[in-house]
């Protein structure tokens, strides 16, 4: 009984009646029919002129994107039309710039994952020559000798540039944002560190090569001068990324503590740093990742060294990018020269797995800094 | 604790615009203040001269002296630091910090100019403060989130709680209800009646009401045309302003045929 009272009362008869509002719609099978169609014709189209998968899958992807268009402008109408059509021409971009990217990771992977050995992470090119590497393709057995030097140095000469350029990155940031409004020097420094993000790499690493030559003798060679050579080209990254993040913390805040009576320094130290931490803590990170896998500056400041060297102050020193250019470009044995590319596979596997780790670490850095909000 | 203000020949600028022209005016200790005036006749631009806020803007300047219980905040040798450490200032949106909870939104004063305060010290300010602004009990549960997950109401009390915790002797307010309901406005309106006992209240509002319910005096700011600066009108007993102005512009105005 009381049922009846609930039950919604059918709206006004709507049995095929079409709304009036509405324009014709595709009905849902219509897209992935035409999809169909596309590869079978564009398969066809393909062996006409020798069959190659490529050629099918742009033949496809041609068809489709006009054959979908058509479809839509035809059912739906002209401005459906160009929605689809930019939509597929949109998606079909983003397929193609994911193309490289994925080839890169897979062969790396491929050629890199077999040279993952403890042998290859945990031994130096020590001691390895050419007959090593004979024996060892002559007997069949595992690849001897590894990167670990080379890790050892990238992990240095990386971190004493960060020790170098975020200091003084952060702190010509903060200069320029918080005290230079306006002023001569701060104008001069924006416009150098413009000039500085241009500079090739390979400048970067003479101008280091060339200062230490100077301070300390000709032909330097040493981790120190490579962490130099590379913070030149971090530092101008950093100060642009740190001087973005100050900028959008909101003068609000800075206001609030002024009217604590808290010092400006002590501001910009406690409140202003700590709510721009994330961007800046990311800010540093793709620097990093931008040098990490840098060679000329490393080749012509640090040397090669085939190793293990812990002291960046002394002694030539190898970094990954390095080493995979030597491998490929010298194999220790000139007669068989597979051992020496898989390491470098191995390496450059390895290049690419630090500079992820760096990135996830930054964003945990992220995480736990960003202002917190929620209740 | 609470201090008197007394403002002789004051000029307010930017750059070279003269936005403030003329100001004298002396605001009792213990007492509400409310500023009105219409839109842009630098109201706030005043008030930001009252704790030296306003030279914190690139090319901003004062001339003029304003004192406090007989000291010119703008004698050289003053230290802007102190003088807002004794004039504290509430802003018209809500500005708690975003990286810190409650609790540490009304420490902010003290640790972040890093004084030392044991931990029961800190326990009792908080609370003290909190309770001053009227907000300990909706937030006693939770101080260690994050003071930006409050209503926009609760939030400008956490402000007001900051404020508070640094024990100024003038608290200057600039449009603190403007983002906030009705109930919060109640909120914050009693909080100044209460506030009186203690401190030097100086109030910027819009709100006539506003200006009526919680002040003593009242002061009508005016402009006499955009490029102009704006001018003290006329200063009195908040009842005579609002009854018997003696002139006509501030009658106009408080009676809304303005313009
Ligand atoms: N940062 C600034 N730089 C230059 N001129 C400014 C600045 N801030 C305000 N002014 C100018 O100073 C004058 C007074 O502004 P002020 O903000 O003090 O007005 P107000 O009375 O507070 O207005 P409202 O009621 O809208 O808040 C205006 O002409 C304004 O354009
Ligand atoms: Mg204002």
Redesign the interface.
């Known amino acids: 009984m009381t049922n009846a009272t609930l039950t919604p009362v059918p709206a006004a008869p709507v049995a095929n009646r079409r709304n009036r509002l509405s324009k014709g719609r595709l009905p849902r099978w219509a897209i992935p029919v035409v999809g169909l169609s596309a590869l079978v014709l564009g398969a066809a189209g393909s062996t006409l002129g020798g069959f190659s998968i490529a050629s099918m899958l742009i033949y496809t992807a041609l068809l489709f994107v006009v054959g979908a268009t058509a479809v839509t402008v035809i059912v739906e109408g002209r401005r459906q039309g160009t929605n689809s059509f930019f939509t597929y021409l949109i998606h079909g971009c983003f397929i193609l710039a994911l193309i490289p990217l994925i080839s890169v990771l897979y062969t790396v992977l491929e050629r890199g994952l077999p040279g993952m050995t403890s042998n290859f992470l945990f031994t130096s090119m020590n001691g390895m020559t050419g007959a090593v590497d004979n024996q060892s393709v002559a007997d069949g057995t595992p690849v001897l000798g590894g990167a670990y030097h080379a890790v050892v140095g990238t992990l240095l000469i990386t971190a004493f540039s960060t020790i170098i350029s975020v200091p003084i990155g952060m702190l010509a940031a903060i200069y320029l944002v918080e005290y230079g409004q306006g002023k001569a020097l701060s104008r001069g420094i924006t416009f150098f560190v413009d000039v500085m993000t241009g500079i090739p790499s390979i400048v970067a690493g003479l101008f280091a090569g060339a200062l230490f030559g100077i301070l300390f003798g000709p032909s330097t060679r040493m981790g120190i001068v490579a962490a130099v050579a590379l913070s030149v080209l971090m530092i101008p990254t950093v100060v642009r990324s740190t001087e973005e993040m100050l900028k959008i913390v909101p003068n609000e805040l800075r206001e609030a503590s002024y009217a604590l009576g808290v010092r400006k320094w002590r501001t910009i130290a406690q409140v202003v740093i700590p709510t721009a931490i994330s961007g800046i803590a990311s800010g540093v990170t793709l620097a990093i990742a931008r040098v990490i896998g840098e060679t000329a500056p490393i080749l012509v400041t640090a040397g090669l060294a085939n190793n293990i060297n812990f002291n960046v102050f002394s002694n030539w020193m190898a970094t990954l990018p390095t080493f995979i250019y030597y491998q490929i470009l010298s194999p220790t044995s000139p007669t068989n020269i597979d051992p020496s590319a898989q390491r470098a596979w191995a390496a450059a596997l390895l290049l690419i797995i630090m500079v992820m780790v760096l990135n996830l670490g930054a964003r945990l850095i992220a995480r736990v800094f960003s202002p917190k909000t929620g209740r | 604790m609470s201090k008197r203000i007394d403002v002789s020949d004051l000029n307010v600028y930017y750059g070279n615009f003269r936005a403030v022209a003329d100001v004298n005016i002396e605001i009792g200790a213990k007492s509400v203040t409310a500023f009105i005036g219409p839109s842009g006749c630098g109201k706030s631009t005043f008030l930001r001269t009252l704790?030296r806020?306003h030279e914190?803007i690139?090319g901003a300047t004062v001339e003029g002296q304003v004192l406090l219980d007989g000291d010119n905040l703008y004698d050289p040798g003053v230290d802007p630091?102190?003088v807002?450490?004794?004039i504290?200032?509430v802003?018209q949106?809500p500005?708690p910090?975003?990286?810190m909870?409650i609790r540490d939104n009304v420490l902010?004063?003290v640790?972040?100019?890093?004084r030392k305060i044991s931990r029961s010290d800190a326990d009792d300010l908080v609370e003290s403060s909190l309770r001053a602004s009227n907000l300990w009990n909706e937030v006693k549960d939770?101080l260690d989130?994050?003071g930006?997950?409050?209503s926009g109401g609760q939030q400008q009390r956490l402000?007001i709680a900051?404020?508070i915790a640094?024990k100024p002797g003038v608290i200057l307010m600039d449009e603190p209800c403007s983002a906030l309901d009705p109930i919060s406005t109640l909120a914050i309106e009693d909080l100044i009646n209460e506030m009186k006992n203690d401190y030097t209240v100086v109030i910027v509002t819009h709100n006539m009401q506003q200006a009526a319910r919680v002040s003593d005096k009242t002061a009508f700011f005016n402009i006499a045309g955009t490029g102009k600066p704006g001018k003290l009108i006329e200063y009195d007993d908040t009842a005579t302003i609002f009854s018997n102005p003696s002139v006509k512009a501030t009658e106009d105005y408080v009676s809304g045929r303005f313009g």
Do not use: D, I, Y
């Open positions: 704790n806020m914190v690139p630091v102190t807002r450490s004794q504290g200032m802003f949106r500005n910090f975003p990286t909870s902010a004063g640790k972040l100019n890093a939770r989130k994050p930006s997950g409050l402000c900051r404020t640094v």
